[in-house]
């Protein structure tokens, strides 16, 4: 999978979960200050990359996380440990 397949996966996310516009979804935005996410919101979207990834997200590593960059870059790890494990 791509980054930016990725990154398409991760705008659905934020847009059918929290109802973010797409267009506010690029790599630098802060998940926080500029879609204005919590923890509750932060706990579901781990959740969903979690289902996604087929791996739970370490607690320790999703609280480091603030952009888009940073959760794609989470996923690309996730998933080449998912391959790696195969």
């Known amino acids: 999978m ?3 397949e990725i990154q398409q996966q991760i ?3 934020l847009v059918e ?3 973010v516009d797409a267009d506010e979804v690029k790599l630098e935005t802060n998940l926080y200050e500029d879609l204005d996410l919590d923890s509750i919101d932060a706990i579901d ?3 969903e ?3 996604f990834t087929g791996r739970r ?3 320790e590593v999703a609280r480091k996380l603030r952009t888009v960059d940073d959760i794609i870059g989470l996923v690309e790890s996730e998933l080449a440990a998912v391959k790696a494990a195969q």
Request: hydrophobic letters at 45%; charged letters at 20%; a neutral charge.
């Open 57 to 59: 997200v370490d607690p």
């Open 49 to 51: 990359l979690s289902q």
């Open 17 to 19: 979960t929290f109802e």
């Open 2 to 4: 791509t980054r930016a």
């Open 45 to 47: 979207m781990f959740v």
């Open 11 to 13: 705008t659905k996310i």
